[in-house]
């Protein structure tokens, strides 16, 4: 087999077989396909796509490149929960609480954040003294015996994934639906789950920018997942405005702590009701209806404020700071006045994401320090009404020299008219297996 004969059967558009597939994903995995031909290759699929069946053969040959999680160590149907990214979306330290405390073992092993996205692992390492790596001993007790323990991914899992990712990063090949789809469910077969829900974004914040994008995104990879024996679904939900009231580490936290309370915002307590219910869904037997009335309640009972801090404590975090949140360290804060009186027809929130970034709450590139004290808090968000001069938001940093110029920035990313913008649902779609539902 030779990878120029692989390179130009997919440059003509024919269908790589299996076979082919997992030589090439071994062979560049062990260094003996060069950088310059696995480029090409992955140009021609920009330009050809890929089918499901070859997605889905690309998809598990990148999985198997590294170590595959075993979890048959932990009791019950675990389901693993992905988001593709967006601005304050803390969702996964809301809805795993909740599902774990209506009965299925969460088992999760997240990431940190790059660029405007930001990552679970940054969140929780914001409680002082939380471990986010422990041994395979340790986190399967730890769900075994209160049924939730979220850590950091290991190093080891979709190893081929991490070096293909790399090479589309300096190739301009990284917006390829299906190496998109491929990349992600990697890493979410490779963890080992029995079932995945997946959050796709769609919006100004979101990696798809359109509907239309993200729903083909989430029928691959929940065919994907389908077809590798993993039961899958994925809602589209809205990122066209950031997720909640903050974004930022601590700021983050403290906000997933007054939802599991019941005191969090609507859009986000809405999101993570759906999740919560979604996955318990695909766990179970019963109808989408009673989980997600069955994730509503575990908010009010505080049984899922209880499972997090349950986990914290399990995981050497300073519960402390759960039972008074004004612990955490933030930094200080600088209002952002409003230009004009005026409805917010629109966020572009990518760019609000990046002035984030530029406070020290996210990071440009892996190994990038980050202020787990900075962010933002959203005072105003699209379709409020704002008067000249009040704080639409309010920026928190120690980076001083940073402040007008990230001011700047949020106010440009901003559109104030004088007419009120039409509501856009927060939960957009749901695809199964059964079919697209569109919102």
Known sequence: ???????????????????????????????????????????????????????????????????????????????????????????????????????????????????????TVDKLESIPGYRTTLPKEEFFEIVNTIGISLIGQSGELAVADKKIYALRDVTATVDSLPLIASSIMSKKIAAGADAILLDVKTGSGAFMKTREDSIALAQTMVGIGEQAGRRTAALITDMDTPLGNTAGNALEVIEALDTLKGEGPKDLTELCIHLAGNMLYLAGEGTLEEYLEKAEQSIRDGSAYQKFYQMVQRQGGDVSYLKDTRKFTIAPAHPVPAPKDGFIAAMQTEEIGAVAGMLGAGREKKGDPVDF???????????????????????????????????????????????????????????????????
């Open 1 to 119: 087999m030779r990878m120029y004969d692989l390179i130009e059967k997919k440059k003509l558009g024919k269908a790589l077989t299996q076979q082919e597939i997992d030589w090439m994903v071994q062979g560049y995995t062990q260094g003996e396909i060069p950088d310059y031909q696995m480029s090409a290759f992955l140009m021609a699929v920009c330009f050809q796509g890929m089918n499901i069946e070859e997605t889905t053969a690309m998809t598990l040959s990148m999985a198997h490149s590294g170590q595959m999680s075993d979890l048959s160590g932990i009791q019950g149907v675990k389901v693993d929960k992905h988001s593709t990214g967006g601005v304050g979306d803390k969702t996964t330290l809301i809805a795993a609480p909740m599902a774990a405390a209506c009965g299925i073992p969460v088992a999760k092993m997240s990431g940190r954040g790059l660029g405007f996205t930001g990552g």
């Open 373 to 439: 004290s900075a962010g933002i808090r959203f005072v105003k968000k699209t379709g409020d009404f704002v008067h000249e001069g009040e704080p639409v938001a309010w920026l928190y940093t120690n980076r001083e020299n940073s402040v007008t110029e990230s001011t700047r920035r949020y106010l440009d990313a901003l559109t104030i008219s004088d007419k009120a913008p039409e509501k856009v649902p927060l939960i957009q779609g749901r695809v199964s297996a059964k079919g697209t539902e569109v919102y």
